[in-house]
DNA sequence: TATTGACCTGAACCATAGTTCAGGTCCCAG
DNA sequence: CTGGGACCTGAACTATGGTTCAGGTCAATA
């Protein structure tokens, strides 16, 4: 009797329990539910009607977390595995593909806080954190418009 | 009579109504008045009620807008604005002061960004992001436990 | 078979940073 | 002295990323 389905004792171990997969991932079974809920995860439902997650879902909560560190909002997340092909498991190029599109999101990131950064220390700098003269209060797309009322007076005065 | 109070006329003029100060900082009435019950900013009340602010209200909202492009939560902004002197209107040396803390704060983000960039391209090349082996996907905190259970089996399986 | 831990759902709640709305007041210009 | 725009308040709502709770079910073990 044993010998019927030599493999099948281990494919029992393939799918994993909500609790097992919160266990394996760091992530709270309150957690995967939502994941499941906005798309980044499914499972399939025992007759009892419990979650049974393939063992590749441990790569996307991984990809989640990661992508969480990179600072990428859940909805983004989605849509990128949501290109993850449907037909077969994602292998190492199709995250490969991820990943690199995460990487230019953070180089920008980057290069933006470091502009920030420089502005910042002009402004140290000039001390100013004026309204009207400071990069920093004005992100180049406010101001611009200058209607009318005593502008000067109120907004530059002296303290 | 227009002799009695000579600067009396400007300085009508000084203090701001909410809307002179959304109109002015660019920011919307409806958070001046949250930032005022977060304690960020201040204002007298008139005998009907109303907010008068001083000048130097702008100087705040424009720190508080340039903070929180640096990625400061207001709760901070909060914190640093309290440590401004309530005798006497903040200087130039005091902004500065806030500014430079904001620097520190910035670079150590910047630094940690470029570090996850880093981790996030060697991750690229081996394509991993596995749960127990990928720097990124363990932010050096959690696992080291090493309990019971088919770990290996369940976890690093291959697809 | 009974029990206990793991699981299920939906609703409510947390923080952050506000906006919108309803219902009412203030105050300035004509 | 009246009309209307600016102002007031508190409550409810937005989005993000979840957690907590209540009430009930499933399943494996003793």
């Known amino acids: 009797m044993p010998e019927q389905a030599p493999e099948r004792v281990a494919w029992d171990h393939v799918e994993l329990t909500v609790g097992e997969v919160a266990a394996r991932s760091g992530v709270a ?23 049974r997650y393939r063992r590749d879902v441990l790569r996307r909560v991984s990809f989640i977390r990661v992508s969480q560190r990179v600072g990428i909002p859940l909805a983004r997340i989605a849509e990128a595995l949501g290109t993850l092909p449907a037909d077969r498991a994602p292998n190492v190029r199709d995250w490969e593909r991820l990943s690199k599109a995460w990487r230019t999101d953070l180089d920008a990131r980057i290069e933006q806080l470091e502009r920030l950064r420089d502005d910042l220390t002009d402004c140290i700098g000039c001390g100013c954190l004026s309204l009207s003269r400071c990069v920093l209060a004005n992100p180049h797309d406010a101001l611009g418009h200058d209607g009318p009322g005593p502008r000067r007076l109120l907004v530059d005065e002296p303290e």
């Not at 399939?44 to 419990?50: E, F, I, L, P």
């Open 29 to 51: 079974v309150s957690a995967l539910h939502f994941y499941e809920r906005r798309g980044l995860i499914a499972s399939r439902r025992t007759s009892g009607n419990q979650r």
